[in-house]
């Protein structure tokens, strides 16, 4: 039973995503490399934001909201995937696109997301800086308070890590339909790969895990912050949503995993090891992933596998969030072939 039944949700996801092998990995690497295909949740091109939003939405409902409020970068999966919901569920939206990536190229600020975005009619604002996570948030309130002025209810979705992580509930659940699938096929991975960014994906998916019994090794790849700072987002999480739910957990900061070592150049900046990431899993796969989130992610375990981290024996499971449809706002990643 889940943990999170009990909050307000709609629902938005095609669920349960796939669990696949990757069969020509696992093969090069003699190990066996698994993908949770959350790229596959069915919202506008799916993504794990899509999980997130169910429970922010569902308390934006039952909060009588018609309006929804949110921010992000302008390649950001979570704007475009709000959006959609907002179109699905009946709610107008309203979304703010902060500077946060140094792009010159046309495509960066017109194809991918951002074309989406204006294809589902979301009224746009923008916000000039790109790391003042509690400036778009206040940005967001006091357009909240206009809309309210004229007679609307406003949700806002934040972005800091001050407010309530609705979006992390998504993630407890999440990681309790992956174990029911690894208990059906008797597989006892050795460790799992995840995206960490905002830490609701991260830090729900390690408690869900933590809940349903199992220890192995939550491997979260920094896509946006240091280790450090990445390690103290996740634990304020971690720690909020185990309140929330009531459960009985005490999980340790030594099992919050950060790795930053993909990080450079930046958020949203892929690096030479993330684009021949990408390209390796779209031609030995079919798989595509993204520059900001998936890309760096399997970099960091195609590292671990060429060093030969894990035996023949073993299962490594790397969670794939989505965010493909950003790869047309990067050009250059086959303009030079």
């Not at 948030?137 to 909240?144: F, P, S, T, V």
């Not at 019994?213 to 912050?225: L, N």
């Amino acid at each position: 039973m889940s943990l999170v039944k009990d909050f307000p949700r709609v629902h938005l996801s095609h669920t349960p995503t796939p669990l696949e092998l990757l069969r020509n990995v696992s093969a090069e690497f003699d190990t066996n490399v698994w993908i949770k295909r959350d790229d596959c949740t069915g919202l506008a091109f799916g993504g794990n934001k899509s999980r997130q939003l169910e429970f922010y939405i569902g308390q934006a409902v039952a909060e009588g909201a018609d309006t929804l409020l949110t921010t992000g970068a302008v390649q950001s999966n979570h704007v475009r995937t709000t959006v959609a919901a907002a179109r699905k569920i009946g709610l107008d939206v309203e979304v703010q696109l902060e500077h946060r990536v140094e792009r010159e190229q046309p495509e960066y600020h017109h194809s991918g997301n951002p074309y989406l975005v204006r294809l589902m009619g979301a009224r746009i604002h923008y916000y000039p800086v790109g790391e003042d996570e509690d400036g778009a948030d206040k940005a967001l309130e006091q357009r909240a308070a206009e809309l309210e002025k004229e007679g609307r209810k406003a949700f806002v979705i934040p972005l800091s890590n001050a407010h309530t992580p609705y979006g992390a509930f998504g993630y407890v659940e999440g990681a309790e339909e992956l174990m029911a699938q690894l208990q059906a096929l008797q597989i006892e991975p050795a460790r799992f790969i995840v995206p960490t960014g905002s830490a609701s994906t991260h830090s729900g998916f390690l408690i869900g895990m933590r809940a349903c019994g199992s220890d192995a090794p939550v491997h979260g790849v920094c896509v946006r912050r240091d280790a450090q700072s990445q390690r103290q987002r996740v634990g304020k999480k971690v720690k909020s949503v185990i309140a929330m739910i009531g459960c009985d957990l005490n999980i340790p900061d030594s099992e919050i995993i950060c790795d930053d070592s993909q990080l450079a150049p930046g958020y949203g900046l892929p690096n030479d090891d993330t684009v021949a990431a990408i390209k390796y899993m779209a031609r030995q796969e079919g798989i595509l992933l993204d520059p900001t989130y998936s890309g760096k992610t399997f970099a960091l375990l195609l590292d671990m596998l060429r060093r030969g981290d894990f035996n023949r024996d073993q299962h490594v499971v790397f969670l794939h969030t989505g965010g493909a449809v950003s790869l047309f706002g990067y050009p250059e990643l086959v303009e030079t072939e």
